[in-house]
C-alpha cells in the first residue's frame, strides 16, 4: 500500500471544527486504500503566542527553554487530532519528534534534521491507524529537545515523505496554492499551477512563506512530489517538482518581499587575504544565519562588507559586529534595522535579457529607492526602505504582468 504525507499547518487546526475537518481528510484518503501520515502544526497563533507569554517572563529566554515551551503547541494539536480521529471511528496515535525518532543537530531554534527512523511509524500503519506526528520538532542523540525554526513543520513533513518514501507531500494550508506573490499584499497575483524546486527554493528564502525553504531543499533531493492547497477547498492547488521543458519559456514566476531584515555595514576593513574569510568565521561561530553579503573595495586599500540577517539574529549579530570591531578597530559601523527585500525570482532569467531593467525600472517610477542589490542565476533581489515595501511589491509585480497566465 502507498502512504502519503498530509501536512495542516496553524490556521488549518485552529479550532475544533477545523481539526475535525483535517481528521476527515485524512481518514478520507485512508479509505482511498492509502497508508496516512499526517504532521500537524501548533493551532492558530499558539506559537506566537507562546513566544509572547516567554517574553513576559524575561527580555532574553533561554534558548533551550524556548524550544521546551514551543513543542508543546504542537503536541497539543497532535494529541486532539488523534482523539479527532478516533471520535470518528478509526484508528490514530499522536507521537512527538522524539517518539519517532527524528534526530536533529543540537542547535537550540534552528536544529536541522539529522536522521529519522522509521520502524515506529511503520508499525503503527501496519495496525492500521493513521500517525500524527508533531510538526517542527525532534530530539538529539542525548534526548534533549530542539525545534526546527519557524515555519518549520513543513520541512518535518517533507522530510518524512522522503524517509517513508510516500507517493507524495500534502502541504493543506490557508491559500489553495503557491501565488505569484502573497495574495494578502497583492490582491491580482495569480495561482501557480506547476513550479521547479528551485523557483520555489528562491522564493521561498526570500520571504514566500508559503512553505518553508528547507522542505523545498529536502523535496529536491529526495525527488518528492508537493501538493501546496487549501485545507477549506478541494481545488487542485500548486505541484511543487522537478523542472518541465516549459518553464524555461517563463522569465519571472513570482515577486517576494522580506520584511524582517536587519543590515549590518563594516567599512574600512583592510582589503586583504583571509579578511573575509575572519569576518565571517566571527559570523559561523556565534551560529548567525546570513541572508546576503555584499563586498566592495575602493583605491585606498579599503573594503566593506555588508551582510542581512533575520531579526531573530539581530541580537547575536551585534555581538558578532563588536568582536570584528575590536579587532579591525573600525569606525562608522552601520546597523540598518529594520530593511526589507524585494526579489523577483524565474528560472527563465538564466536565457533572457532586460529582467533587471525591468525591475529597477518598476521601482524607480514607484519612486522607490534601492539602496543594495544582490543576484543569482535565477533571482534579482533589491534592499529597500520597509515603508516602500508593499508599494514596491506591486509595482514589480506589475511590471513583470504576473497577474497574466502568459507574462513574458
Ligand atoms: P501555515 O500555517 O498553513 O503553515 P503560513 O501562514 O505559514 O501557513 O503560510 C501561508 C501564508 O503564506 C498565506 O496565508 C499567505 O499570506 C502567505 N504567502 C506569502 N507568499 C505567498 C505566495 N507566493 N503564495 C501563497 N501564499 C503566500
Ligand atoms: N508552529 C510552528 C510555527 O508557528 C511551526 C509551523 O507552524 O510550521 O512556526
Ligand atoms: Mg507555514
Not at 520538532?137 to 525554526?149: K, M, R
Not at 518514501?165 to 490557508?174: S, V
Not at 555581538?319 to 527585500?341: F, M, N, S, T, W
Request: aromatic letters at 4%; charged letters at 25%.
Amino acid at each position: 500500500m502507498d502512504l502519503i504525507v498530509m501536512k495542516f499547518g496553524g490556521s488549518s487546526v485552529a479550532d475544533a471544527e477545523r481539526i475535525h475537518r483535517a481528521a476527515r481528510r485524512a481518514i478520507q484518503t485512508q479509505q482511498q486504500g492509502h497508508h496516512v501520515v499526517m504532521v500537524v502544526s501548533a493551532m492558530g497563533k499558539t506559537t506566537d503566542n507562546l513566544i509572547n507569554l516567554a517574553k513576559q517572563i524575561t527580555d532574553n529566554p533561554s534558548k533551550r527553554e524556548l524550544d521546551m515551551l514551543l513543542t508543546t503547541g504542537e503536541q497539543v494539536s497532535i494529541s486532539l487530532m488523534a482523539m479527532a480521529i478516533q471520535s470518528a471511528g478509526q484508528q490514530a496515535i499522536s507521537l512527538t519528534g522524539g517518539q519517532i525518532g527524528l534526530i536533529t543537530e543540537p542547535i537550540h531554534t534552528k536544529a536541522r534534521i539529522k536522521s529519522i527512523e522509521r520502524e515506529r511509524i511503520q508499525r503503527e500503519l501496519e495496525d492500521g491507524k493513521i500517525v500524527i506526528v508533531a510538526g517542527f520538532q525532534g530530539v538529539d542523540e542525548s534526548g534533549e529537545i530542539f525545534t526546527l525554526g519557524r515555519g518549520a513543520s513543513d520541512t518535518t513533513a517533507v522530510a518524512l515523505a522522503a524517509v517513508l518514501e510516500a507517493k507524495h507531500c500534502e502541504i493543506y494550508t490557508d491559500v489553495d496554492g503557491v501565488y505569484t506573490t502573497d495574495p494578502r499584499i497583492v490582491p491580482n497575483a495569480r495561482k501557480i499551477e506547476h513550479i521547479s524546486y528551485d523557483e520555489m527554493l528562491e522564493l521561498a528564502s526570500l520571504g514566500a512563506k508559503v512553505m518553508h525553504s528547507r522542505a523545498i531543499e529536502f523535496g529536491k533531493k529526495y525527488n518528492v512530489d508537493i501538493h501546496v492547497r487549501s485545507s477549506f477547498t478541494d481545488n487542485p492547488g500548486t505541484w511543487i517538482t522537478h523542472e518541465v521543458s516549459q518553464m524555461e519559456q517563463i522569465v519571472v514566476s513570482g515577486a517576494t518581499l522580506k520584511r524582517d531584515l536587519a543590515q549590518f555595514v563594516l567599512p574600512g576593513l583592510p582589503n586583504r587575504t583571509g579578511v573575509a574569510a575572519s569576518v565571517f568565521t566571527h559570523v559561523a561561530e556565534h551560529r548567525v544565519v546570513v541572508d546576503d553579503i555584499i563586498q566592495t573595495f575602493d583605491e585606498s586599500g579599503h573594503a566593506s562588507i555588508s551582510f542581512t540577517v533575520e531579526h531573530g539574529d539581530l541580537a547575536e549579530g551585534k555581538l558578532v559586529v563588536d568582536e570584528i570591531k575590536k579587532q579591525y578597530d573600525l569606525k562608522g559601523i552601520v546597523c540598518r534595522d529594520p530593511v526589507a527585500k524585494v526579489s523577483v525570482v524565474g528560472v527563465g532569467m538564466r536565457s533572457h535579457t532586460g529582467v533587471a531593467e525591468t525591475m529597477f525600472r518598476a521601482l524607480a517610477e514607484a519612486k522607490v529607492n534601492i539602496n543594495a542589490i544582490t543576484t543569482s542565476e535565477i533571482k534579482i533581489s533589491c534592499l529597500i526602505d520597509p515603508a516602500d515595501a508593499e508599494k514596491a511589491l506591486r509595482a514589480v509585480h506589475d511590471a513583470f504582468e504576473l497577474d497574466k497566465p502568459n507574462n513574458r
